[in-house]
């Protein structure tokens, strides 16, 4: 079982700054890569960067430069990940999802969270 839980959305002003932190609980699962999406009412999930159990990490070209995905840190038995967010603009406005692509023996499964609002108001 994997259990990812988001904290850190919320109303922040446009060009303000958020961080959030995405925490898996993992039980028997290695994870791979742990990464960020959202999606805003109407629109398809959109990717927003990965970071891979290797250290890598790509970010979309659409939030590069603004959004920056941290390192996976491991405390006991929880994989934290985190997304800085600055220069925050109306159209980031939506629910920012936690993504992690984990495999147990040689079966491969994706996982997410429950989601978190961030809303930009101008």
């Known amino acids: 079982q994997v259990q990812l839980v988001e904290s850190g959305g919320g109303l922040v002003q446009v060009g303000g700054s958020l961080r959030l932190s995405c925490a898996a609980s993992?039980?028997?699962?290695?994870?791979?890569?742990m990464g960020w999406y959202r999606q805003s009412p109407g629109s398809q999930r959109e990717w927003l960067a990965t970071?891979?159990?290797?250290?890598?990490?790509?970010?979309?070209d659409s939030v590069k430069g603004r959004f920056t995905i941290s390192t996976i840190s491991r405390d006991n038995t929880k994989n934290t990940v985190d997304l800085q967010m600055n220069n925050l603009k109306p159209e980031d406005t939506a629910v920012y999802y936690c993504h992690a692509y984990v495999r147990r023996g040689s079966s491969s499964y994706d996982w997410w969270g429950q989601g978190t609002q961030v809303t930009v108001s101008s």
């Open positions: 970071r891979t159990s290797g250290g890598s990490s790509n970010t979309a």
């Open positions: 993992e039980s028997g699962f290695s994870i791979r890569t």
